[in-house]
């Protein structure tokens, strides 16, 4: 956006940003420990573990201006926002950003008079400091690396769902952010659910062209309090020019149960830390990841079932397909407390290779510190077998046919564990869009 | 008009290794013929080479159907210009509905000249077909829920195939043992299957061992294959007496395709060393 680009991420841009916010002063003290930290901090180096299958060093930040600041002129816009979960499905409110500016943000009256709270991040942390700041951070860790510090400080138009003890929210919730050709996003999204709570939320990043380039240094929360529920669902599909860099991380307490759907398409580097802590005896978290990759793309996933009490359950299933040149790193782990007995824990990371030179990195993790424990691993990587689309193409099949029915054949696993209609139909219709011509 | 699949002088090499020397063989739409013949001889070879298989080389030699040549189509192209093979062993397709499969090949193979991305047969009349042939051959419906082979037992695996047989309807079919590794209940079942399918409606080419399934679709004609040729063509009496005696006979009588099956034997018993 061009009224950012006189703004830098140096003491300058920062205090002006502080400027644009209307913020209570503990949330500024975040912003300047982080900022501080990140003007510390070394960019990460392939030396460490995290980095040495993600080479950065063709990243700038400089190319990159702010975020849209709220006092900017010109509020961005952009038509027909490309958001495909939401097709058939009535909402109980939503929000969208371009660029992590709000443009638009509703929620329905008879949630709303429920004490159901989902609105600018910002805005709510200033009207409503209790809801936020008991939890804000905490799920999320600043000082992780120098692109987290860089988010916390600069964070803007976030976005804000609280569900209040015993409420029930029926209908989805959606969460739209756009990112424009070479334009910033510091989105955070922080969902708080009380006791008993339940909610549905379907959150997609897209940028305005699949080709488009831009920065997303972003960061998801979500805190579940005892019994309560969520499904939530996250599509990216930035442009395959932007960077990705994210700490997405959950923390459900004594009995709650997670769906959580992530799909993972775009960019052109991705680097995201996934997270789920399981807090509360009987917690059981299910995270279901789909990647697809093509050209040179490069997605990395860090991902971590965390067993803090006893008897949870985390099961968690990622399935990627790479074409091209493209690659995915996933390194997964299941971390079990010495005090979390009765942990059931269960990873699987399924890669297809579509092309002789992609490539998939797989590397599962145990890290058990109790006795009493049932945990299992498995990571698989494939090529699509010659023999399948022979068999297919004696059934008419064309190979490009067969191709496109083995992958999405390969997905369909997911597919099976996606309740909702919108996001499977959303999910099938990315994965066919993403499909090459093979021959 | 007859429809006619004609093989002539076919050689058929995977990798360096002839596999196929020089094999003829005619088939008239509504035809049963029976090839027999000891392991490692080149049965399976001339039904993949039939297909297309991209691991068979032709180095020699002419399939046309009805005249055209089949060699210059993709496999693809000969499905849809019907010619079928019910697989030894058929390949799994995870996540793939055989309800799926079944209606894009059925629809590809009744329409051969879709375009990729064209409508599929509509759903309701292709689920009210599918139902009737599965209840014809006796098969619960919740087959057609499963993935694709995934998970099938050898059994089921045949049976699939005799379902696809039944829905695509081809000209000709070769039926690569379809009868082998079921129990006796099972053969009798196929075979009547089989029979009722295709039985005088297609060109048959029946790959077997047994005797049950040529018991329900009577030959025409025997080939036996030895070394990678058609050695002797009879009629169903050769089909039983091979059934009851062997190969010894036939053995004795082409030593030099004899010796030529027991080197393509002798190589493969490596391979599956290695």
Known sequence: MSQTTSLAWDPAGFDALLASQSEPDWLTTLRREAFDHAQAMQWPERRHEEWIRTDIRMFQLGKYGLPVLPTAEPTPSVQDAPHQLVDGVKLGGRIETIDSCITQSSLDDDLAAKGVVFGSLSEIAQSHPELVRPYLFTAFDPDHDKFAALHAAFMTGGQFLYVPRGVVIDRPLHIGSILTDGGTDTTHTLIVLEDGAEATVLHESNSTDPKAGGLHLGSIELIQKAGSHLRYVNLQEFGHKAYHFAQQKAIIGRDCTLQWTLAAMGSHLSKVNQSVDLVGAGANSQVNGVMFTEGRQHLAYHTQQYHRAESCRSDFLYKAAQQDQSRTVWRGMIKVDPEAQKTDGYQRNDNLILSHSARADSIPGLEIEADDVRCTHGSTTAQVDEEQIFYARCRGFTRKEATRMIVTGFFQQIFDRITIESVREALGAAIARQVREYE | ?274
């Open chain 2, 1 to 274: 008009m007859t429809h006619v699949l004609k093989i002539e002088n076919l050689h058929v090499s995977v990798g360096d290794k002839p596999i196929l020397r020089g094999v003829n063989l005619t088939i008239n739409h509504g035809e049963t013929h029976a090839l027999m013949g000891p392991n490692g001889s080149g049965k399976s070879t001339l039904g993949l080479a039939v297909m297309g298989h991209p691991g068979y080389e032709i180095t020699e030699g002419t399939i046309t159907l009805d005249g055209e040549d089949v060699l210059a189509m993709a496999p693809d192209e000969r499905a849809r210009a019907g010619i079928f093979m019910a697989f030894q062993r058929p390949m799994a397709i995870p996540g793939v509905k055989m309800a799926d499969f079944l209606r894009h090949a059925t629809t590809n193979v009744r329409r051969p000249d879709r375009k990729e991305g064209e409508e599929l047969i509509p759903m309701r009349e292709f689920r009210k077909e599918l139902k009737e042939k599965m209840e014809h051959l006796r098969m619960d419906s919740e087959f057609a829920r499963r993935y694709v082979n995934d998970g099938f037992s050898g059994g089921e695996m045949k049976r699939a195939e005799i379902l696809q047989l039944a829905m695509l309807q081809p000209k000709f079919a070769i039926l690569d043992e379809t009868d082998s590794g079921l129990d006796a209940d099972a053969v009798r079942l196929a075979s009547e299957s089989i029979a009722d399918i295709g039985h005088q409606k297609m060109g048959l080419l029946i790959i077997t061992h047994h005797d049950k399934l040529l018991e329900h679709n009577p030959p025409e004609f025997t080939h036996v294959m030895l070394g990678g040729r058609l050695v002797e063509t009879g009629g169903p009496e050769l089909a039983e007496e091979l059934h009851r005696h062997g190969y010894d006979r036939i053995r004795k009588a082409y030593p030099d395709a004899a010796a030529a099956n027991e080197e393509m034997l002798g190589e493969e018993t490596e391979e599956a060393l290695a």
